[in-house]
């Protein structure tokens, strides 16, 4: 364990917590974040803090810190600003390491706010104890089955850490992630970072070793030049993807309201970042669908791009999607054509996209695959519909008389041993593979749970070629950063 | 009704409907569509013509055309091309006035199957026919409840018009209509486009009341300048949103290979669209999300955007894509912040964004909407979270004991009040406001019967700020464009 990851262990991995401020009032906030401490499925113990109760959801409390017979590990603080300058105090000198302060009220609204953030800070860095906050959603860390949070979303654990200077896109984050059937490793929401800066969330994530990708919501930096250090080393290891808000005049001047003092120039920004080999975004979708369209893909080599698909259309937006992000929609080869021309009908008309529309022939589309991994001029495929992966009579007929849990299991099955092939195929020729898909034949109720088994799978899969297309481009371009030399 | 109405009409409202190429086998194209057609819920008769059965989904069937004992309005093809002239030879013999010919091998593969086409073209042209197709995938005029079409996709009736050069597309289109509770006017997925163009379509959807506005998929024109003169014609009266693909060249090459006969050049196309007011896109989302951004909405007179948000994050990010997209995130006057200022609390932060994520009380955002709209320095809104429209303990408390089904029925009580107040407030002032919004807080699988249930009231509600905005700027354009001179 390095340095770092032993100072973050008692915020990450507390093995016991206080609870400073629980309530047994369901609307208060001191209940709803113990709640959900509780239901994201805690294991080490909990130590409800209220001066004026004996239990809170029938846990047993105690008045104040000094009182609890253990010495925890993690504060989660929900009290008021004007009592949180003591209760630090309460718990340095009880030997706690790391707070979690949720609370608002602080320097965002200036005045006493501000001297009470300046009081906390102070006694925290004397005392050696990390704060996150104040002002803000909590954090996640489903490896250790700790959610104190604001949101009541419990994501598994997983490849995918988040952190935001938001706290509502933290949780946009989250959810989407849970929805698509990905796990996270770590959320942080950091709030007013009085103390810990999102530098050292980033330091920390590209140590962890669960994280593989770090998706993030940033309006300013607090360290410009630590920021630069640090993003640039974490990115050569992993992806960092990033929308950096505020970079539009009326963007900065909502961004100064919401996060005061933070500021920063972003023509500065957008220079640093393009230095630092981070993967700029500027929506909540393409952030999301670019961080996990990384997971389980090899980096590719160049941008010749060949596009599969099972529809005329589909195919004709992926290829102007492709050239308006830089792809390079590869003329294929006569030996790759004449392949091609083995495995589909004799109607097909040979080009990139390879339509195969008319050819949904049983395991015809994994054997195109083949052909165009092995093919030398090819460096990355987008496959645009999957129901050439399954047997769709035994799915999909309304006659069939399986049950739709039944008839999902055999999907899960299929997509299983599919994907599977598919993962394999690209990491031997270190090509990737991205999907898009539309299940538009009577699947009805049944979409929505097959594109979180194929997330569960660990692929990200798109609904739209323009998406495809758009995240390709971010993989061909951090291998062209990155990966120059490794081959 | 116009001559043109007339004319289509045994295409769209046909009273019978021949079906050539009925089939008793499920694998089958002629058992699919024709099953679509009956579960689609066509309420005229229905002659499956094949000459080697006697019933075809128990329903008697026809050896030839000429056995029908009435005159049908409508064929619905699917046999083989070589088979198709006669076909048609019968349907004008017995007066049959429209085809959808949904077969695919004629023009687009050459050789016979061009010769096919050919026959067809100058028969039903001779014969007073019209035709779709061949080569599609079918056509949905839900008013008639005429659902002959491979997809089994059935959107109820509504506002949305769609034409589509691509089969799969139209199926995509449909599909996010029906899951985002909106209704469509009519479906056209015009194939080869052998005997009417989508110059055709976009004339029909154009005088058709039941269509409010057009979204469309197109490749290229027979008829450039007949295009343009429609075009400009409809787009006047309502909204016409457009993918025009091939507009790069992998684009152009992957449509020659998908619709060959079609050609045009993009600079070109990218003129006349502008000249001819159609609102471009690029990918299916922003086509779906445009198009029915203009429902329900008026046209905003400027583009001076107020944005009211319930999260700081999604605030940030809205005023980011709002200056990107051309929007001006306005400064709000003294007197509107004061007004805004007896409605939040005293820790609010004035500016726009109007951030409300602390004064979340009992119908403060309805309040709040309402001073944006009397502004007179505010066009138009964008609205960040509906949450403040609710209720929210009655119907999202853990402890609830009501059944989700009540509870999305009180839900979709409390929507349906505050959509009218917001409906008529946005009318009243000639103001639009357009909505995105998330729902992470534990309502987990009601989210999307939630979006699907503000889709039925006739709204559109994005998932993400970036979206909202650049609907918004459509809207301003549109406006700019075509309201000039009627204030």
């Avoid at 860390?141 to 654990?157: D, T």
């Amino acid at each position: 364990m390095t340095d770092l990851q032993s100072r973050f262990q008692p915020l990450f991995d507390p093995k016991s917590i206080a609870f400073i401020g629980a309530s047994n009032n369901p609307i208060k906030w001191g209940c709803i974040v113990l709640k959900n401490l509780i239901n994201g499925g805690y294991q080490g113990k909990i130590f409800p803090v209220n001066p004026k109760e004996k239990e809170i959801l029938d846990i047993p409390a105690y008045a104040r810190v000094g009182d609890i017979p253990q010495k925890p590990d993690l504060a989660v603080i929900v009290i008021p600003p004007p009592a949180v300058p003591q209760a630090i105090s309460d718990c340095i000198e009880k030997g706690v390491r790391a707070g979690v302060i949720i609370t608002a009220g602080f320097a965002e609204v200036g005045g006493d706010g501000e001297k009470f953030q300046n009081r906390i800070v102070e006694k925290a860095r004397k005392g050696n104890m990390i704060l996150v906050g104040p002002n803000c959603n909590g954090i996640m860390r489903p490896s250790a089955r700790l959610f104190p949070e604001m949101p009541s979303i419990f994501p598994g654990q997983g490849p995918v850490g988040i952190v935001s200077q938001s706290g509502n896109i933290a949780a946009s984050l989250a959810q989407r992630a849970l929805k698509s059937g990905f796990g996270i490793s770590c959320m942080v929401s950091s709030g007013n970072e009085a103390d810990l800066h999102c530098e050292d969330y980033f330091e920390f994530l590209g140590e962890d070793p669960q994280t593989e990708v770090i998706i993030s919501y940033v309006e300013g930096f607090r360290e410009g030049g630590r920021f630069f250090d640090i993003v640039r080393r974490v990115a050569a290891k992993k992806p960092v993807v990033m929308i950096k808000a505020g970079e539009t005049e009326a963007g900065s001047r909502a961004a100064q309201s919401h996060t005061a003092s933070l500021a920063g120039s972003p023509a500065v920004f957008t220079g640093v970042s393009h230095q630092a080999g981070i993967i700029p975004t500027d929506n909540l979708e393409d952030l999301f669908n670019t961080g996990v369209g990384f997971l389980n893909q090899p980096i590719p080599k160049g941008n010749r791009t060949a596009i599969l698909t099972m529809g005329g259309g589909w195919g004709v937006l992926a290829a102007d999607a492709s050239s308006r992000y830089g792809l390079d929609v590869v003329k294929l080869s006569d030996k790759t054509l004449r392949a091609l021309g083995e495995i589909l009908p004799p109607w097909w008309n040979p080009g990139n996209p390879v339509d195969m529309v008319a050819g949904n022939i049983e395991g015809a589309m994994i054997k195109i695959i083949k052909v165009l991994m092995a093919a030398k001029e090819v460096d990355c495929l987008i496959l645009l519909g999957i129901m050439g992966l399954f047997s769709m009579q035994s799915v999909f007929d309304d006659n069939a008389t399986e049950s739709t849990e039944d008839r999902l299991a055999e999907i899960n099955r299929q997509l299983g041993s599919a994907f599977d092939e598919i993962r394999q195929l690209s990491h031997f020729h270190g090509k990737p593979i991205i999907t898009a898909t539309e299940l538009p034949f009577g699947v009805g109720d049944m979409e929505d749970r097959i594109f979180h088994m194929i997330g569960e799978k660990g692929f990200a899969m798109y609904k739209n070629p323009d998406t495809a297309a758009k995240v390709l481009s971010h993989l061909v371009h951090y291998g062209q950063r990155h990966i120059k030399n490794q081959y």
